[in-house]
């Protein structure tokens, strides 16, 4: 049976779980049906006023009337106003109001009519601290059974004001068809969007794209058919100063079997780009997706940073952090492809990334790509707690070019094979550094290091030795020396960020070169003892062979930053050891004549 009953509220209440307090008021006529489980009331009004995390909250909503069928599901409201202020999650809201004529839902009849929606909210992100926001819906009608569907233009708009600066206005057109194939003849988007990049300069993106769209209220499905338009970048730190992104692109969603399927393409510069997009399962969300490029250079819209001092740890303020929380809900599974690509200076064609992210972990294995004639295999890891990996083989390659466009730094030329398997974790840049650890080898035939001319260096002996004293020298490297290599290998240990190789073998037809030392990635700088041997024919500026250093090892300590290298050559260790060599050879000349006369003496007296 149903009955109206007059109600009358006003409580106080608490809880600790969130921490909440605060007062209720409500009054009005309630309608209750239990037999046709039916539920409504008239003239209401409702006032909250609570804290809530030590936040004020206030609400206040009236309806003339509210029906609710809970065997249809149909709900319907009529005069509904609504208003709010205080803190609402991140946000501050400063005022916030609702005000809906007529709204009907009957999801059995598949009916939905709205006389008129606005809503309008204002405030602040960041729980008030942060960029102001102005945020608009407007429906003026709507109304989709059945049999048919019919609506004023809807429009959406969100403005934000602050250091960065938004604005957005969505707009729907051209209403049609029914509730099983609702068509909407134009769904736009028109956004511009500027970040302040230093006190100087400012970076702006604009977006207009447009599509026509169907939806199905029964089905639980919406589709973009025909999405296009441009996006436009301008930034003074591009070398265009501006990219222009034609887009072309479909979209089409199903809520009933929880899928979505995108596809995109665009041509800009000289890259033709494509991806598809697949969504299966909302909660949680996994996505798989394709994508493939033609040619590709980042670095002429994201330029390299440039190389800084080499001390990460100078000032924490420059020192970017690092962030990879957002690992912990994604779900993918992909592959990327790109037949030419150049990032942070490295080119690299015919690339091929596969990547898996589940459980707080991505993965890019293999990645494979051709490398500065050769080829590199590897496999890299990322996890949300901060920590990667990476382990990659490169064969065969041009390691100078390679180490120019990678490091900005000209050290060692050759071609080789380069094994590296590290792993990492830290906040920033700089502590993944500090804290890196892993092992590699290096082996390289026909090159050279730069930055030191041990044979030249080992040509001047003679002065810097003369009366069998010897001295010490000491000299910054420089770009233009370099020690010629037939093969080099080496190994090496990281801990803590310090590389360490104890098995240096360099060899060339004039010498051959030992060493062991560290070598400070963080800070950028190198600890290290080279000790070359002279094994062929050397001569100095007299024209005369240097007979002395043959076979003699000459120790020359490299320290300082990679860009500013210094090498310390120790003669008098180098003199030391020439001394002993030739008083050696002195005596084998002296004793050796003699010990042959007595055999021959010997021998004479055997065959008598």
């Keep these: 049976t149903q009955s109206r009953t007059p109600v009358e509220l006003s ?23 239990l037999v046709k489980n039916a539920f409504g ?43 709010a202020q205080g803190a609402a999650g991140g946000l501050q809201l400063d005022g916030a109001k609702i005000a809906v004529p007529a709204l009907a839902w009957d999801p059995a009849a598949k009916r939905l009519s709205a006389g008129g929606v606005e809503i309008t909210a204002r405030g602040k992100l960041a729980d008030g601290k942060g960029d102001a926001f102005d945020a608009r819906l407007a429906a003026p009608k709507l109304d989709i059974t059945a049999e048919r569907a019919s609506g004023e233009r809807v429009t959406a708009s969100v403005k934000l004001s602050g250091a960065q600066t938004v604005d957005a206005r969505l707009t729907l057109d051209g209403m049609a068809g029914n509730a099983q194939a609702l068509t909407i003849g134009t769904l736009s988007l028109n956004a511009a969007v500027q970040q302040p990049i230093d006190k100087q300069r400012t970076r702006r993106i604009v977006a207009a794209l447009a599509s026509p769209a169907t939806a199905s209220l029964d089905a639980q499905t919406f589709a973009l058919t025909k999405l296009a338009g441009d996006i436009t970048m301008e930034d003074p730190a591009l070398p265009q100063k501006s990219v222009k992104l034609p887009i072309t692109a479909s979209l089409s969603v199903d809520g009933k079997k929880e899928t979505v399927d995108a596809r995109f393409t665009t041509r800009f510069d000289e890259t033709t780009l494509g991806a598809e997009f697949d969504v299966r399962g909302f909660a949680p969300m996994r996505l798989s997706f394709e994508a493939s490029a033609d040619k590709l250079n980042l670095d002429r819209y994201f330029p390299p940073a ?39 200076g490295i080119k690299t064609q015919n690339l091929r990334v596969v990547l898996k992210a589940a459980n707080g972990r991505l993965d890019a294995a293999p990645v494979t790509a051709a490398l500065y004639g050769g080829s590199v295999s590897a496999r890299a890891f990322a ?140 800070a950028a700088t190198l600890d290290y003892t080279v000790r070359a041997s002279v094994v062929g024919t050397l001569k100095g500026q007299d024209g005369r ?64």
């Design 11 to 33: 409580t106080q209440f608490s809880a600790t779980q969130p921490a909440a307090q605060g007062e209720l008021k409500a009054r009005g006529d309630l309608d209750l049906d």
């Design 306 to 344: 440039k190389p800084g001092p080499g001390n990460d740890s100078a000032d924490p303020k420059d020192d970017p952090k690092i962030d990879l929380s957002a690992l912990k809900g994604l779900n993918l599974a992909g592959e990327a492809r790109v037949g030419q690509l150049q990032a942070r």
């Design 545 to 608: 062979d240097i007979n002395e250093l043959r076979g003699v090892t000459v120790p020359v300590k490299l320290s300082g930053p990679f860009d500013k290298m210094r090498y310390t050559i120790d003669w008098s260790a180098a003199a030391k050891e020439a001394l002993k060599s030739k008083a050696a050879e002195q005596l084998k000349e002296r004793v050796a004549p003699k010990l042959e006369e007595r055999a021959r003496d010997a021998l004479k007296g055997l065959f008598r």
């Design 383 to 522: 996890t949300a707690e901060n920590r990667i990996g990476l382990d990659a083989a490169l064969t065969g390659v041009n390691i100078e070019p390679l180490m120019k466009d990678a490091l900005d730094k000209d050290l060692i030329a050759g071609r080789g094979n380069v094994k590296l398997d590290v792993a990492t974790a830290g906040a920033t840049v700089g502590a993944m550094k500090r804290a890196l650890d892993g092992s590699g080898a290096l082996a390289l035939r026909d090159g050279a290091v730069k930055g030191i001319n041990v044979a030249q260096a080992l040509r001047n002996a003679r002065a810097l030795m003369g009366g069998g004293g010897g001295q010490s020298e000491t000299k910054t490297g420089s770009a233009a020396e370099k020690t010629d290599f037939s093969e080099l290998t080496a190994s090496f240990v990281i801990k803590d960020g310090i590389a360490r190789n104890d098995d240096l073998d360099l060899k060339s037809p004039l010498i051959r070169v030992g060493g062991a030392g560290s070598v400070d990635i963080a």
């Design 41 to 83: 009331g008239r003239g209401l009004d409702v006032a909250l006023k609570a804290t809530l995390d030590k936040r004020a909250v206030q609400l206040d909503g009236q309806a003339a009337e509210l029906r609710f069928d809970g065997a249809s599901g149909a709900l319907s409201v009529s005069k509904l106003e609504a208003s």
